[in-house]
């Protein structure tokens, strides 16, 4: 529906106007001017490779799908971040291991050239990120893109689930060389601020990442962790949660226990998929659309 | 004789000018109610007890102990956390101070079962 038309045309057509942030409806195949202001990168969490039960019948179908359908995206994002829970926990480091290198093949067949990774609790609490760092890197890491500083933090490999002191300076001392307007995108896993803290959706000191980040006027904070999609202010800075790719969790603190979301025959895959990010270097502003894994 | 006397008189006043205090001083100490002790271990991924019934106002103090690896214990509602060490008993103690049924849960990621470890207060009147 909206072959050939450009970015800033998308945005009109979609009411947005370049204020920011929520597409509720996937638009794939969206043509995109790609100037130097503004580029396109699509989020995936949550995918919990290995895990196995009734919430999905199709757990190692799921993932293929969702590459699949990133790479039929008609324009491929410059760069991938999954944001965390790559694979489900074992306590066997040996099939830990496994799981990681065969979730790396899986993701081996995407498209885009930049694909990053960062941990969930999953994938490192168990050994403090060991098996993650020997597959995929460091825990936590900035990179640029066209203007954007992109920080990603590590509340998982602590499982007290803390970014930890070390962390936090390292964290002031990287944001201390960022102008107070530069554009800003941090990527975590879990929440940096109390969504839910009686379902554990909460990192303990994120209240001191937050007030770091607060004298930064455009900050925008992608995560993962509670398997839907979810957005909330903290002062003017904007987090959004993404879909997970495994199954589907409640809505925070709308029942006792956070017990997944049952399969839906009538629906599969319901409530699972990943999200296209349009960024506007300029204004500092994404544009969120989301994907199902498959189209239905 | 006397001397008895102003014994007897310095001794009453002493009691008039303490009174007051010795008085509130009981009076709180009759006030405070004992804590309630709760033992209180964890085992993955589990608690026991997974639920239990305390009185509003009357002082709780949880002996903390986990049977197998590091866990911790949290109770957002009355805000209170603490972990959970193997072969050791750590003391935790809270007021609380509402009524109502309010969820406890492990915030220390210790594997697969680690989503479902969690249980119950009920505080009644």
Same mark, same amino acid.
């Given at each position: ?296 | ?36 002790? &709760?033992?209180?271990?964890?085992? /993955?991924?589990?608690?026991? #007890?997974?639920?239990? +019934?305390?009185?509003?106002? %009357? @002082? ?14 949290? &109770?957002?509602?009355?805000?209170? /956390?603490?972990?959970?060490? #193997?072969?050791?008993? +750590?003391?935790?103690?809270? %007021? @609380? ?29």
């Amino acid at each position: 529906m909206a072959k050939g038309i450009d970015r800033r045309q998308f945005l009109k057509l979609a009411g947005l106007g370049g204020v920011g942030v929520v597409m509720g409806s996937a638009l794939p195949g969206v043509a995109r001017a790609h100037d130097d202001d503004e580029f396109y990168f699509v989020q995936l969490s949550d995918t919990h490779w290995g895990f196995e039960g009734a919430p999905n019948p199709d757990a190692r179908g799921t993932l293929p799908k969702a590459v699949a359908a990133v790479n039929e995206l008609q324009t491929q994002p410059e760069f991938i971040i999954f944001t965390g829970d790559l694979t489900h926990t074992t306590d066997n480091p040996v099939e830990r291991r496994k799981r990681m290198a065969e979730f790396k093949q899986i993701v081996g067949r995407l498209r885009a050239k930049t694909v990053r990774f960062m941990p969930g609790e999953h994938d490192a609490s168990l050994d403090e990120g060991k098996a993650f760092q020997e597959h995929f890197g460091a825990t936590h890491y900035t990179f640029d893109h066209k203007g954007v500083h992109f920080i990603v933090l590590d509340n998982v490999s602590d499982p007290r689930a803390r970014l930890g002191d070390e962390q936090l300076a390292w964290l002031a001392a990287d944001l201390g060389k960022q102008a107070a307007d530069a554009p800003i995108v941090v990527f975590t896993h879990r929440p940096l601020f109390d969504l839910a803290p009686q379902w554990d959706w909460a990192t303990r000191d994120g209240a001191k990442a937050i007030e770091l980040l607060m004298p930064h006027r455009n900050v925008t904070v992608f995560y993962g962790h509670i398997h839907q999609e979810h957005h909330h202010m903290t002062g003017h800075i904007a987090h959004h949660a993404g879909k997970g790719l495994m199954f589907a969790l409640p809505a925070p603190g709308s029942q006792p226990n956070r017990t997944p979301v049952p399969w839906d025959p009538a629906h599969p895959y319901k409530g699972l998929g990943f999200r296209g990010v349009d960024a506007d270097v300029d204004e500092a502003r994404y544009a969120i659309s989301e994907f199902p894994v498959v189209r239905g | 004789m006397a001397i008895d006397r102003r014994i007897a008189i310095t001794a009453a006043t002493l009691a008039l000018l303490l009174g007051g205090y010795g008085a509130s001083f009981v009076a709180a100490q009759a006030a405070a109610p004992r804590a309630k002790v &709760i033992k209180l271990s964890a085992q /993955r991924f589990e608690y026991s #007890p997974a639920h239990f +019934t305390v009185k509003k106002g %009357v @002082p709780v103090e949880l002996e903390l102990t986990s049977r197998d690896v590091l866990m911790g214990l949290n &109770i957002p509602d009355f805000n209170v /956390r603490e972990d959970m060490l #193997p072969g050791k008993v +750590t003391r935790v103690r809270f %007021v @609380p101070d509402k009524t109502g049924t309010f969820t406890f849960l492990c915030d220390i990621f210790c594997g697969s079962g680690h989503e479902r470890m969690q249980g119950t207060i009920t505080v009644i009147d």
